[in-house]
């Protein structure tokens, strides 16, 4: 059973439970950060298609490499 009220957590909290490969916590990072890395792709590419493509994978890197993450101090 999962405790956790993800949406009140901290970036700091957030990120040492996803180094432990908790779902949600990636989820909650994806909530809060896609529409403004998506918003940033879209700005510097004419390819709305290829900004979300590129957004898509830095959360896919994000969560394959969560065991290389620091924490924010």
């Known amino acids: 059973m999962n405790i956790y009220n993800y949406n009140i957590l901290d ?5 040492i ?3 432990t490969g908790d779902e949600l916590a990636f989820t909650e990072m994806y909530t809060r950060h896609w529409d ?10 004419t390819d709305l298609d290829e900004a979300e493509e590129i957004v898509q994978d830095i959360f896919v ?9 620091y924490s924010i101090e």
């Open 61 to 69: 890197s994000l969560w394959k490499r969560r065991t290389e993450l």
């Open 17 to 19: 439970l996803l180094q």
């Open 11 to 15: 970036e700091k909290e957030l990120t």
């Open 36 to 45: 403004k890395l998506f918003s940033v792709a879209a700005n510097k590419l």
